[in-house]
């Protein structure tokens, strides 16, 4: 069969037997497979930090830590998506020999041009859907900027966390996030912006005065 006849929809089935045998990642929305690009150096280092901040955090605790290698499935019934966040932590995993996990605590994902509508939109929307989820945070790369939100009794609650003498509570850890850890070793000009990137443009919703973080 030639690629132009190959069906554009897959089972969930078919999507995890492809990826078993693939040597780049794809997510699985709904039935449609939509490639996975490569990180930027600072993208990559935003989450590192984060692992490394929340390696320490979770020492002693009976949580796990999952890096971007690790598939998150939401599974409502018809709806199955299949991500790969940046960051989860999960407190009651899957079966060791299991390729995703079903039940994060927390989830973090950097923002970059081409993910920047996913993870602010789709992923968020399904994100806040997962039962055992108490928070979802959306880092800036180019910013010391975390978009916070924290499950209440009332759903969720959106707040903005800007500038790297701030931090992050998490209190279902007991424990806190500091953007200086998280945006260690990053360096931001005076318009937080370290080289020429057309294709970037932060959100209405989360626009300062940028002056303010920077210095």
């Not at 280092?45 to 320490?56: E, F, S």
């Not at 923002?111 to 055992?132: F, G, V, W």
């Not at 998280?182 to 318009?191: A, D, H, P, Q, R």
């Amino acid at each position: 069969m030639s690629s132009a006849e190959k069906p554009d929809y897959y089972s969930d089935q078919e999507y995890l037997q492809i990826e078993n045998q693939s040597h780049s990642k794809s997510e699985y929305v709904d039935g449609w497979i939509r490639a996975m690009i490569g990180a930027s150096v600072r993208h990559n280092r935003v989450a590192v930090n984060c692992l490394i901040a929340l390696g320490n955090l979770l020492q002693g605790k009976p949580c796990q830590l999952f890096h971007s290698d690790m598939k998150l499935r939401i599974d409502r019934g018809q709806s199955k998506r299949y991500y790969y966040p940046d960051v989860q932590v999960v407190c009651r995993s899957n079966e060791p020999t299991s390729v995703y996990q079903d039940q994060p605590v927390l989830i973090i994902e950097v923002l970059s041009p081409s993910t920047r509508n996913y993870d602010l939109n789709e992923k968020l929307e399904a994100y806040l859907q997962i039962p055992s989820l108490e928070c979802y945070i959306v880092l800036e790369q180019h910013q010391p900027i975390a978009t916070v939100f924290r499950k209440t009794n009332d759903g969720f609650s959106r707040q903005l966390v800007q500038g790297t003498e701030s931090t992050i509570d998490l209190p279902f850890f007991n424990g806190s996030l500091s953007l200086a850890d998280i945006y260690e070793g990053v360096e931001f000009t005076e318009t937080c912006v370290q080289e020429s990137d057309p294709e970037y443009e932060l959100s209405h919703e989360t626009t300062i005065d940028r002056r303010s973080i920077c210095s």
